[in-house]
């Protein structure tokens, strides 16, 4: 009896997951379609000319006690960690930075250069200094010493920290300069943005209230520096990710996490402690941080211009499968959040109950639960049938996984259109690319399963069983081949 309804829990769990996933899928799809159109009428606004009309009505403009006494007193400071990525990188990311449509003599560029990048990357750090420096308010470097006691290996946390602390601390107290009057920009060394990107970042962020206790981000995030270079597995991740990021911001907008290029204060930066240099996660991990030393009154406020990154490409087509499995399993390392968070959470006698409940199910939900969702849907009922073989004589053994795969059939045809909207982010076509590739392309959300358990159950698996094993001191840094600019 015990057996009959274990194995029945189970079943109805499993068609529960199969509606639930059908439902997300339709939100999913509402989600992008409105990113989509949001993305496109934010490419027509010219953003520098909304941000000159703001300035003129600087007193109109909300939470006033957070504003610096006047426009000439506010600063933009532009954090990029780097371990030993190409020169052409590094020079094609400041390129990119130069060509904004901003005032760059409000701009600081602060590279948080890695000594266990070994010593040519201090000299591509000090090469792009010395062509850039002109440019910018300032161009200035930190080396991040390897061999720190306690900091992880492999991520940037450590490395953002010593150069943020070593900048606001140091330089920006010598300059006379007030951390409250400076919106810092945690930036990839791989990303180039859009020219209007930092118009458009600091006209959200003067634009919205309480923007002491906000991180402002793009929610259109891109791969296509190398998107139709790389293999099939990859583009289809790359363009997956950014799909759901943008539709999560309309459907999931207030369970949103830092992650990539995000910006906030950098007196906020300096009251929250920074990023934390001893866990295997910078970007989830400052969320949190801030969140609980915040005591809750921390989250995100996104604007939809666009960066470009590099999709994984490590030069060979073995290589880079590779390269994209490792670096999963260092994103699985993020999962060390929920229980370093949930500790914190329930300790913090600040944070109202609601909100402590809030977190405890967005850190259930992101670490813990679409993990094991994959693995429900599509292995338990066999598994189960295989475990136990007198399962097949119930009826429910034979009608639950029917309407199951009724579900997920419907679900697999509406989630296609997908593959239309991952075109429109990243089209056009390469003008190399065949028409065969070309229809290919469309076909590639086939693979979705596949890259689902090679790209996210089996390294987030291996990510938990290294957390609970003592093993995530060390990550693994991504390579990446150098490409032409956006």
Known sequence: AVIFHFQEYIAFYVLFLSIFWAIKTIRFLIGIYIGYKRYQEALKINWRQELSSLIKSWNKL?????????????????????????????????????????????VFVVIAAEERGGP??????????????HVFKDLLYYVHPQGIPGEVIGIAGPNLKWAAQRFIEDYLSKQNLSPKNILMLKYDVDSRIHPQFLSALTYTYFTTPNRYHKYFTNAVKLYSNNFWEVPTLM?????????????????NRSKKQSFSLYAFN?????????????????????????????????????????????????????????????????????????????QAIINNKALPLRKKLWALYVLFESYTFWTTATYFLSLAIP???????????FAYSHIIPNWIQLILGVTSILILPTEYFIYKLYAPFKKNISMKQKILFFFEFFLVIINMYIYNLIPYVKAQIDIMLGKFGRFYVVEKTHRPKH
């Open 383 to 393: 598994m189960m049938s295989l475990l136990t073989p007198n399962v097949a004589f």
């Open 235 to 251: 583009r289809l991740f790359s363009g997956l990710l950014s799909a759901v990021l943008l539709s999560e911001w309309i459907t």
């Open 62 to 106: 909300p939470t006033p006690r957070q504003l610096p006494t006047s426009w000439n007193d506010f600063f933009l400071t532009i954090l990029i960690p780097m371990y030993n990525e190409p020169y052409e990188t590094l020079e094609s990311t400041i390129q990119a930075i130069a060509s904004s449509q901003f005032d760059l003599k409000k």
């Open 266 to 342: 950098a007196y906020i930066l300096k009251k929250i402690g920074y990023w934390d240099p001893v866990i295997g996660v910078d970007d989830t991990g400052f969320f949190w941080l801030a969140f609980i030393k915040l005591n809750g009154d921390f989250s995100g406020q996104e604007f939809y211009l666009p960066n470009y990154s590099d999709a994984v490409d490590a030069g060979d087509y073995i290589k880079s499968h590779i390269a994209q499995f490792k670096q999963q399993i260092r994103w699985g390392g993020g999962a060390i959040v929920t229980p370093m968070s949930m």
């Open 120 to 133: 040519d990357t201090l000299k591509k750090v000090q090469k792009v200094q010395r062509k850039y420096k």
